[in-house]
């Protein structure tokens, strides 16, 4: 289904999973670098093709940029972990970006829509509106009509309570 397709609320609905997608993946990363980390056994990165992170002289460890690119599924317990974290990571990012991209032109179909709708209501309206005013018309000719009733039965009782001139 397209994206466009969608109303706001399940793009919003969408990018909510996905957004939660994409912690989840971020969490694994974290947790999969600290099970690293922690892990003296696979410090030892020159023996199963990982770069390390090396010490200045603050006790800051700086990452090498390549630490992470070249670990492979076998490259150690916490390798394949992190590359699979960091595959969902990229995968719900993306599908994130592409949630987040559809929202305008969801907007932009959701604006002509409701401009369709709201002529279409005021089309009706202005239906309902005509046929009101030509109820009120015939009602308004109905009541000057018992209005006119009403006068001439006033004027026979006041006729008939007058004393008779004689």
């Given at each position: 289904?397209?994206?466009?397709?969608?109303?706001k609320?399940?793009?919003?609905?969408?990018?909510?999973r996905?957004?939660?997608?994409?912690?989840?993946?971020a969490?694994?990363?974290?947790?999969?670098?600290n099970?690293?980390?922690?892990?003296?056994a696979?410090?030892s990165?020159?023996?199963?093709?990982?770069?390390?992170?090396?010490l200045d002289?603050t006790?800051?460890?700086?990452?090498?940029?390549?630490?992470?690119?070249s670990?492979?599924?076998?490259?150690?317990?916490?390798?394949g972990a992190?590359?699979?974290?960091?595959?969902?990571?990229?995968?719900?990012?993306?599908?994130?970006r592409?949630?987040?991209?559809?929202?305008?032109?969801?907007?932009?179909e959701?604006?002509?829509?409701?401009?369709?709708?709201?002529e279409?209501e005021?089309?009706r309206?202005e239906e309902?509106?005509?046929?009101?005013?030509?109820?009120?018309?015939?009602?308004n000719?109905?009541?000057?009509?018992?209005?006119d009733?009403?006068?001439?039965?006033?004027?026979?009782?006041?006729?008939?309570?007058?004393?008779?001139?004689?």
């Amino acid at each position: 289904m397209l994206m466009a397709a969608k109303s706001k609320q399940e793009l919003g609905l969408e990018g909510q999973r996905h957004l939660e997608e994409t912690i989840n993946a971020a969490f694994q990363i974290l947790s999969s670098m600290n099970d690293e980390l922690c892990n003296p056994a696979l410090w030892s990165a020159n023996s199963n093709g990982h770069s390390t992170a090396a010490l200045d002289g603050t006790g800051d460890a700086s990452v090498d940029s390549s630490s992470h690119s070249s670990e492979g599924a076998g490259g150690g317990s916490g390798g394949g972990a992190l590359d699979e974290a960091r595959l969902r990571y990229r995968s719900a990012v993306a599908s994130l970006r592409a949630c987040i991209a559809a929202i305008p032109s969801s907007t932009q179909e959701a604006s002509v829509l409701d401009v369709k709708m709201d002529e279409d209501e005021i089309e009706r309206l202005e239906e309902q509106a005509s046929s009101l005013r030509k109820e009120l018309e015939s009602k308004n000719k109905h009541l000057k009509l018992l209005i006119d009733q009403l006068r001439y039965l006033i004027t026979d009782i006041a006729m008939w309570q007058s004393p008779c001139s004689a």
